[in-house]
T-cell receptor, first 115, second 115 residues
């Protein structure tokens, strides 16, 4: 079984400030980890994914995340926030077994960016 | 546009009515997933198809829910005797044949409102 914990439901930063969105996971086998972004009334767009290659993963729109096995974490960061980054962000985990690859999502974090 | 498409985008129905949603995955993606997302929550897995075979169903999928994927192409999700608790966004995702990365591509979703 696998699960994801995203602490806090809302993060607010100033434009140009560092973005840090936290994600901790639980998995009985080595996981695949994902960050998705969702804009209002839209589906989910993949930001980046960890698939047991490099532990520091770079994604689209300047986001990156670091897989830390010892901390069971996969936090999302961006050095400088932009107004267009305001959205909801979901961390997700799936099993690295080749079987059903369903995603298990966290509850999501709403990111607000202040001018 | 060659992404995942879902129809309708919005559906308002009265309690007790039946509704059907359609998902067209990315061409040649053999895996198809349905998720449900309620307000303030992350998506939750409902069911999974590999080609035309429905390989897993969540306990969330009550007897009033049924999904099909005839011929392994598009999929339909039907809800019979809708209840107010069925109000949610229903998301479809697809994944390419032979993918070992479990990456899923999401459609824009169908938002269901049960009055």
């Amino acid at each position: 079984a696998q699960s994801v914990t995203q602490l806090g439901s809302h993060v607010s930063v100033s434009e140009g400030a560092l973005v840090l969105l936290r994600c901790n996971y639980s998995s009985s086998v080595p996981p695949y980890l994902f960050w998705y972004v969702q804009y209002p009334n839209q589906g989910l767009q993949l930001l980046l994914k960890y698939t047991s290659a490099a532990t520091l993963v770079k994604g689209i729109n300047g986001f990156e995340a670091e897989f830390k096995k010892s901390e069971t974490s996969f936090h999302l960061t961006k050095p400088s926030a932009h107004m267009s980054d305001a959205a909801e962000y979901f961390c997700a985990v799936s099993l690295n077994t080749g079987a059903n690859s369903k995603l298990t999502f966290g509850k999501g974090i709403t990111l607000s960016v202040r001018p | 546009d060659t992404g995942v498409s879902q129809n309708p985008r919005h559906k308002i129905t009265k309690r007790g009515q039946n509704v059907t949603f359609r998902c067209d995955p990315i061409s040649e993606h053999n895996r198809l997933y349905w998720y449900r997302q309620t307000l303030g929550q992350g998506p939750e897995f409902l069911t999974y198809f590999q080609n035309e075979a429905q390989l897993e169903k969540s306990r969330l999928l009550s007897d009033r829910f049924s999904a099909e994927r005839p011929k392994g192409s598009f999929s339909t999700l039907e809800i019979q005797r809708t209840e107010q608790g069925d109000s949610a966004m229903y998301l479809c995702a697809s994944s390419p044949r032979g993918s070992s990365l479990n990456e899923q591509f999401f459609g824009p979703g169908t938002r269901l409102t049960v009055l």
